[in-house]
Antibody, heavy 121, light 108 residues
Framework: EVQLVESGGGLVQPGGSLRLSCAASGFTFSSYSMNWVRQAPGKGLEWVSYISKSSSAIHYADSVKGRFSISRDNVKNSLYLQLNSLRAEDTAVYYC??????????????WGKGTTVTVSS | EIVMTQSPATLSVSPGESATLSCRTS??????LAWYQQKPGQAPRLLIYGASTRATGIPARFSGSGSGTEFTLTISSLQSEDFAVYYC??????????FGGGTKVEIK
């Protein structure tokens, strides 16, 4: 079964740090680009970060640039998101999602269930 | 950045009726648009990609159309499990990847 499982969320104080993980199984992880997407309480979906198959290309949303860092380990079939200098507005459920890039279309076809990050004093 | 506008914000529909959801982009994305369904407490699920291609396992009552800047998701004969929030997303001109604000389909 194709599956993504996030972990590492929790309660952290403003200015603190957290490292999220996403464990992939059921598919060849190294063959796919990946994304992190977040959803603040009661709000819509917000793309956070992208990493290519070999980590050669990385992109961030302006809202997290310079504070968050995405990485992956294709041996461990895992995706990571390092969250630094956290702010209250970073409070959200964080999802990892597999990204299919075809010649004409791209889309996120597999999603994890998410891990919750709460930034509060 | 491509801005995505979904309308209406909320759609009240009776079971068995059809629903038409709209997504507009601030500039052309060709056909590189996806639709996702999200139920409370669950992750989003891919419904449509390439504006009109149903994802694996998605029932035929879901259909997508449009190109350029105007897109539509139609759900025919709504079932109880279809009441959810629906998001469109463009993957044509990025970063950033952008989502619409969502349309909530609720029971009338």
């Amino acid at each position: 079964e194709v599956q993504l499982v996030e972990s590492g969320g929790g309660l952290v104080q403003p200015g603190g740090s957290l490292r999220l993980s996403c464990a992939a199984s059921g598919f060849t992880f190294s063959s796919y680009s990946m994304n992190w997407v977040r959803q603040a309480p009661g709000k819509g979906l917000e793309w956070v970060s992208y990493i290519s198959k070999s980590s050669s290309a990385i992109h961030y949303a302006d809202s997290v640039k310079g504070r968050f860092s995405i990485s992956r380990d294709n041996v461990k079939n895992s995706l990571y998101l390092q969250l630094n200098s956290l702010r209250a507005e970073d409070t959200a459920v964080y999802y990892c999602a597999r990204f299919r890039i075809l010649s004409d279309y791209s889309y996120m076809d597999v999603w994890g269930k998410g891990t919750t990050v709460t930034v509060s004093s | 950045e491509i801005v995505m506008t979904q309308s209406p914000a909320t759609l009240s529909v009776s079971p068995g009726e059809s629903a038409t959801l709209s997504c507009r982009t601030s500039q052309s994305v060709g056909s590189n648009l996806a639709w996702y369904q999200q139920k409370p407490g669950q992750a989003p699920r891919l419904l449509i990609y390439g504006a009109s291609t149903r994802a694996t396992g998605i029932p035929a009552r879901f259909s997508g159309s449009g190109s350029g800047t105007e897109f539509t998701l139609t759900i025919s004969s709504l079932q109880s499990e279809d009441f959810a929030v629906y998001y469109c997303q463009q993957c044509n001109n990025w970063p950033p990847l952008t989502f619409g604000g969502g349309t909530k389909v609720e029971i009338k």
